[in-house]
């Protein structure tokens, strides 16, 4: 009986919440994602007061249907630090708080989300989250990992983009077809780096060119996936898909759009200024290779003694370094060359300048096989370009439209065309998923977790949509804005859903513990570039140089010497060590250790989610780490350099700039009694300054012991809950 009854309960229940989530649903869960978009009717509310624009009417219709209340809403202090962070990456300045608070106007927000939108930084921070995406990096990968020096201009391509706002539909036509659809535009043929981002093994011994060249047209195809569709086509290279209706011979015909593609790299320089800088490389690569043969010859020296002494056939280079510093003439000579090469490699002079792209060389079109195991040695059926069957929707036409295309890219033939039909194949009105993915996207950055929860994965095994008419209403608005990114991020960050307090209450906690219905807002963790850049910002150091080619930081020589192939040399100017993170030359086998710690993309595979780990390397970096050490110091140089030193003043200064508010009473009387306690203790050292002293001097009149009290307690401040975490 008790059993019956359960069940009864049960039923009845999962009968009220489907009928709560799939509410003027007009298709089933499982074919949502694959009909064609159609903008739904905004849902009637009865809390229509709290109601900014349609957005709120999609949440409070759910949250009503559940019996829950919004949150109210945030501090205007924490709803700037919020927008700020969220929009351009960087902690809030004090000009920016100070004409914030000044403005008191019911118009103030609204300015500031312009405003914000508006900066440089904007195309930096959202750029990032593109470069995720497809998995952009300045190297190739695997072993070699060779460097790319002409992908920077890809990124520099995306953070315009973002910058002016550019219509996201040209965005992907751009990308995928650039040098077919607008091909008197240098602009659009760097977008089509797009298909060269991926990972290329490049490794020394017989090459198998099909298998390499296979590779390559996976890595073209799966992006797409990921990009553009949100799927995981790539499960179907060997297969159909076990999940979604997409099947092996879907996965060739859209390769075979790739099958004439190959890489191009367009040069941007004269005939007669290639010849004068392959002259200088070659002058740059002979002085190189005679420094290197001095150095081999005198450890080669070393070695012989070492295994006449020993009878070891072959010693480590620890032992030679050894046996190198017990002669004193060998040691400074061997010293000397190191320095000479060390200095040389920071000499070395550039690649020609040229244009990461793509183009179609191959004429006419390669055929393109059904692979059977997805290998290349094994080819099945021939295949056409096609559109796959899961993504046609009743008008859409399943034959892709496909004429040569004259490019200025090339000498001699035409491109075939077919990128160009696939580019306007997935920014059709009659595509059912390119919109919806691209602003689940952004949906995601602004509040921790997307409307569906996994964005490159809309299929089967997908996450469910926790708001589907709300993402159909979006993507709707999307397309109707002309595709504009800025147009979404507005309502999104002007709405009342956005300004919640990210403070729990009990109803909420208790029906909806993952807050999938948005009843408040997500607190969220400064990403790794953030953090890092944050850092900087107040530490009064940031570098806002923008664009041009990756900057190589110092790495620990533990760290540099990590690699397989070639050697790390740093960028010589220091100044450009602090650059935004974004312009730091990222190398994918190699990364800077607070990237690596703080779950930074790995940028072998599309990231459309970064993870979020917790550990005790995270703490250390943020406590111990040579990092935070010298900019808690700069940090407290900055300070006191003020008008005032007057210590509540201190402390106020030190809490808006990482904390973008002023102290609580009770905190001003820890600070106050940490600095007292902390000088005192550094009184008592009797090893005297440290060397943190060195980095920066502070103004004459102040007490070294003190400056050094201070830093400790902006190194404090850097290591709160509430400086990691944006409520």
Request: hydrophobic share 35%; aromatic share 8%.
């Amino acid at each position: 009986m008790k059993s019956s009854t359960t069940r009864q309960l049960l039923l009845v229940y999962l009968g009220w919440l489907s009928l709560v989530i799939w509410t003027s649903c007009p298709v089933a869960a499982e074919e949502w994602p694959f009909n064609r978009l159609q903008r739904p009717q905004i849902p009637p509310v009865k809390n229509s007061q709290w109601c900014q624009n349609p957005i709120d009417h999609f949440i409070l219709a759910q949250l009503e249907a559940a019996g829950l209340k919004p949150t109210p809403v945030a501090s205007r202090q924490r709803l700037l630090r919020r927008a700020t962070a969220d929009l351009t990456g960087l902690p809030v300045t004090l000009q920016d708080q100070r004409q914030f608070q000044e403005n008191q106007s019911a118009d103030a927000y609204r300015q500031l989300v312009d405003r914000l939108l508006a900066a440089p930084s904007y195309g930096e921070r959202w750029g990032q989250h593109w470069l995720d995406v497809v998995r952009y990096a300045d190297s190739d990968g695997f072993e070699y990992d060779d460097p790319r020096p002409h992908a920077w201009r890809y990124r520099d391509w995306v953070i315009q983009s973002w910058n002016e706002d550019q219509s996201m539909q040209k965005f992907i036509l751009e990308q995928v077809a650039g040098d077919e659809l607008f091909p008197a535009s240098p602009r659009s043929l760097i977008a089509t780096g797009l298909h060269r981002l991926g990972p290329l093994r490049l490794n020394a011994g017989m090459q198998n060119e099909a298998k390499n060249r296979q590779e390559v047209l996976t890595e073209m195809t799966d992006m797409i996936g990921a990009a553009f569709l949100g799927m995981t086509i790539g499960c179907a290279r060997c297969h159909d898909h076990k999940f979604d209706a997409f099947s092996q011979l879907d996965y060739y015909r859209l390769q075979s759009f790739f099958a004439a593609t190959v890489a191009h790299n367009q040069p941007l320089l004269s005939k007669e200024q290639q010849e004068l800088l392959l002259k200088r490389q070659q002058t740059w690569q002979k002085q190189s290779d005679q420094l290197t043969e001095k150095i081999t010859a005198l450890e080669e020296k070393h070695r012989n003694q070492i295994s006449k002494a020993t009878g070891q056939a072959n010693p480590s280079a620890e032992a030679v370094s050894r046996s190198i510093d017990k002669s004193p003439a060998d040691a400074a000579q061997h010293k000397r060359l190191q320095g000479q090469l060390q200095q040389l490699a920071s000499e070395q002079p550039a690649p020609a300048p040229a244009i990461m792209a793509v183009a179609d060389q191959k004429h006419p079109a390669p055929a393109t096989y059904l692979l059977q195991r997805g290998e290349p040695g094994h080819p099945g059926e021939s295949v056409k370009p096609a559109f796959p069957k899961l993504l046609q929707t009743s008008n859409s036409s399943p034959k892709p439209r496909i004429t040569p295309r004259p490019v200025n890219t090339l000498e001699s033939n035409p491109s075939s065309g077919r990128r160009a039909a696939l580019a306007r194949w997935l920014v059709s009105k009659e595509h059912p998923l390119t919109a919806r993915v691209f602003v689940n996207r952004i949906w995601q950055h602004h509040f921790g977790a997307a409307i569906v929860a996994t964005p490159n994965d809309f299929g089967a095994m997908g996450s469910a949509a926790s708001h589907p008419q709300l993402l159909d209403w979006l993507a709707s608005e999307f397309i109707d804005s002309g595709w504009s990114a800025k147009h979404i991020q507005r309502l999104i960050v002007q709405s009342a859903t956005y300004q919640q307090s990210s403070k729990p209450s009990q109803p909420g906690l208790e029906h909806d513990p993952e807050n999938e219905l948005l009843w408040r807002m997500n607190r969220k963790r400064l990403e790794a570039e953030s953090l890092r850049d944050s850092l900087l910002s107040i530490s009064g150091q940031l570098n806002q140089q923008a664009g041009g080619p990756g900057i190589r930081l110092p790495l620990n020589a533990e760290i540099a010497a990590l690699q397989y192939k070639g050697t790390w040399a740093p960028h010589a100017d220091t100044t450009q060590h602090l650059r935004k993170t974004i312009y730091v030359f990222l190398k994918r086998n190699n990364r800077p250790p607070l990237l690596e710690s703080f779950d930074a993309p790995k940028t072998m595979t599309s990231c459309g989610r970064r993870t979020k780990s917790t550990h005790a390397g995270q703490a250390l970096s943020l406590l111990n780490g040579e990092l935070f050490q010298q900019h808690s110091w700069l940090m407290a140089c900055r300070l006191l350099k003020t008008e005032t030193q007057d210590l509540d003043h201190l402390i106020e200064q030190a809490y808006r700039l990482t904390l973008a508010r002023p102290p609580s009473a009770q905190e001003r009387q820890l600070g106050q009694q940490f600095l007292a306690a902390q000088e005192t203790l550094i009184r008592q050292e009797t090893t005297g300054n440290r060397s943190l002293a060195q980095l920066h001097p502070v103004p004459a009149n102040v007490d070294s012991r003190f400056a050094l009290a201070l830093a400790d307690y902006c190194l404090v401040l850097l290591n709160l809950d509430e400086f990691l975490y944006i409520d």
